[in-house]
């Protein structure tokens, strides 16, 4: 059995092992077939020797990094052992530029290569369909580019819609007035804002109706014009309601529809208009379109897993 020695010398052991070593144990679940033991500064390896070169160029990816942002979580980690290569790793890191600089000094921008070439589509058309599953940040990026197009005097306003459509919840249960109800189904972007925008200047925005949050059924007969619109959760959208959403854009708009296929809460037999929209626009000149998948996931490792395992059931119905 072959051995690698890898000697942490110039950055600290334990945090680059993690608490009670969850890095290593990261490693090992991406590296089965190698025995690793973790012990003082070193980490030894033990396998066939095509392993164990693999590994050694990993974790040497994972050095750079940790030697270069002095920070490593399971997400990097992630990254890092799943890209394809040291090139597209680079490119998923260093995400081009920042696009807003954020509540607090966090410099926010595209963090993996799909989210790039979000960004890039967007930079070339005037409509984006980003479509994928939970967590690939999708609506997060999209709120960041219409804050930094907002900032840039590119647009003069940014609206941002849903459906309101109920997963398992009935609205006419719920207490309070219209506003009130449906603020539920807006908090994702409210979220999203309150990363970017400070609160106060965010509530005067909102006072202004220089950001608009505000359900889909509210955009029927509006032009949407010098405006950055986005339209989340599209694919509980009907046909009628995205081709009424896609016909309100104005001149100088940008429009952008988020969405997950995988999450359709539309009652049976309802043709979820993301779904039709992607297939009869798919040719049309001036529409980008980017499929992002559990490689782009930013949450909670365990959101890939998660994803993992229903696409798996999913392809046994199928």
Do not use: C
């Amino acid at each position: 059995m072959n051995e690698l020695i890898i000697e942490l010398t110039e950055i600290s052991p334990r945090e680059f092992f993690g608490l009670q070593n969850a890095n290593i144990d990261l490693l090992k679940k991406y590296f089965p077939k190698l025995k690793l033991v973790a012990r003082g500064s070193k980490l030894k390896a033990y396998g066939d020797e095509e392993v164990l070169e693999e590994f050694d160029r990993r974790i040497t990816m994972l050095l750079e990094h940790f030697a270069k942002y002095n920070k490593m979580d399971e997400n990097t980690i992630e990254r890092v052992l799943s890209s394809r290569s040291k090139e597209d790793y680079e490119t998923s890191a260093s995400s081009g530029e920042v696009l807003v600089h954020g509540v607090s000094g966090k410099l926010i921008k595209a963090q993996t290569a799909n989210q790039r070439k979000l960004v890039d589509l967007m930079n070339k058309n005037d409509m984006v369909f980003a479509v994928g599953p939970a967590g690939t940040g999708k609506t997060y990026t999209g709120v960041a580019l219409a804050v930094k197009a907002l900032k840039e005097k590119q647009v003069k306003r940014i609206i941002l819609t849903r459906p309101a459509v109920e997963a398992g919840e009935n609205l006419g249960f719920l207490p309070g007035d219209l506003k009130e109800k449906l603020d539920p189904y807006m908090q994702p972007l409210y979220d999203a804002l309150r990363d970017m925008i400070p609160n106060e200047k965010l509530d005067s925005y909102i006072e202004k109706g220089v950001i608009q949050i505000a359900p889909l059924a509210f955009m029927r007969g509006r032009t949407l014009d010098n405006a950055f619109v986005i339209l989340d959760e599209g694919q509980n959208t009907t046909h009628a309601q995205m081709k009424m959403f896609l016909t309100r854009m104005g001149k100088h708009a940008k429009f952008m529809v988020t969405g997950d296929p995988g999450q359709i809460d539309l009652p049976r037999r309802v043709i979820s208009g993301l779904k039709e929209a992607l297939l009869v626009l798919k040719d049309v000149q001036g529409v980008g379109m980017i499929y992002l998948d559990d490689k782009d996931v930013i949450r909670h490792r365990l959101v890939k897993e998660v994803i993992a395992a229903y696409k798996s059931i999913e392809n046994l119905d199928s």
